[in-house]
């Protein structure tokens, strides 16, 4: 059973940080592009930023220069460590993983259950 298990979310004032992890569990043999997404009440769902088995980032326009996405491979473990939040950041974070379960098997994309986090004084 391959999971994702998501943590770090919470309730913190404007200006503030937190920092989000995702551990992916199970019988996996390689975990490929690694992300966070995020929903707002009444939105959809957004990609917030990716990164690559090498380590190649990309982020959305809305959080490049206060969110910083990162991956322990050895752990196959995402972070995303979030800084200066603002209250439009408020948001449920999920977690995306893209996984290879066995060698020569496809890569199928897996989520985490979500994780809420709260921008609010």
């Known amino acids: 059973q391959v999971q994702l298990v998501e943590s770090g979310g919470g309730l913190v004032q404007p200006g503030g940080s937190l920092r989000l992890s995702c551990a992916a569990s199970g019988s996996i043999f390689s975990a490929n592009a690694m992300g966070w997404y995020r929903q707002a009440p009444g939105k959809q769902r957004e990609s917030v930023a990716k990164i690559t088995s090498d380590g190649s980032t990309i982020y959305a326009d809305s959080v490049k220069g206060r969110f910083t996405i990162s991956r322990d491979n050895a752990k196959m473990t995402v972070y995303l460590q979030m800084n200066s939040l603002k209250p439009e950041d408020t948001a449920v974070y999920y977690c995306?993983?893209?996984?290879?379960?066995?060698?020569?098997?496809?890569?199928?994309?897996?989520w985490g259950q979500g994780t809420q986090v709260t921008v609010s004084s």
């Open positions: 995306n993983a893209v996984l290879q379960l066995r060698l020569g098997g496809l890569n199928a994309a897996y």
